[in-house]
């Protein structure tokens, strides 16, 4: 990898909340193009991780949370768009919300349809499932449309085949790509690096093509 093209960069920081870190003493890159899975077991410091890379690049980096925070009585399409609610004036944003414009409806509907969200395009948030829920924060997070995907267990409430579309899909769609994942097979398939922490430190970081199942069922075992 070239200089040039490293995008994400700590020097032994501490990074935490306050003056506690989660991770202590970190040294780290992430460079354009890599699609990294964080692993690790719960609590080991990767949504904290993935908080400080967002800060570092805040305006190229689409976010999805690990908890969907939909408007209940909007529908599917109106919380989709809120994704680009920065990007359009207030007046544009109104007019949105009280008659649905052209361009974001014909750009909504193509995601929503590939998001298997395309009969539930009008439908309140507050009456989809679950599942259904994660994959309009997914979409809300794609229609950000930014360089730089970051998602926090992103497909987790998805069954094994919709997970691996929905992770092929935002892969095609963004260069960089970086996901807390708890899926080791997810990890293998969609990623092309992979870093696994525990208790805050960086215990493996490598090349997805070095690695299989077995390698990465430690970062999962009590030490
Ligand atoms: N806002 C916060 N303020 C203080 N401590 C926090 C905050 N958020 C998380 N922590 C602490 O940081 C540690 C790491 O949490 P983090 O959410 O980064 O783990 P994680 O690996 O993403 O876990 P999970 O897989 O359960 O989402 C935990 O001990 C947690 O209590």
Known sequence: MNADSCLFQFHRQNLGYGASPVLPDLTLKIYQGERVAL????????STLLRHLRELRPKEVAWCPQNPSLVPVLSTFHNIY???????????????????????????????DNL?????????AERLSGGQQSRVNLGRALYQNRPIFMGDEPVSALDERQADALLQ?????????????????QALTHCTRIIGLRAGRVVLDAPTHTLNAADLSGLYQVA
């Open 169 to 185: 899909l935002l892969c095609v769609r963004h260069k960089t790509v970086v996901l807390a994942l708890h899926n080791i097979e």
């Open 39 to 46: 692993l690790g077991e719960s609590g080991t410091g990767k």
């Open 82 to 112: 809120m994704g680009r609610l920065a990007h359009y004036s207030v007046w544009y944003n109104l007019a949105n919300l009280v008659r649905p414009q052209a361009k974001p409806k014909a750009e909504i509907g193509e995601l929503a």
């Open 116 to 124: 298997g969200l395309g009969s539930q395009l009008w439908q309140s």
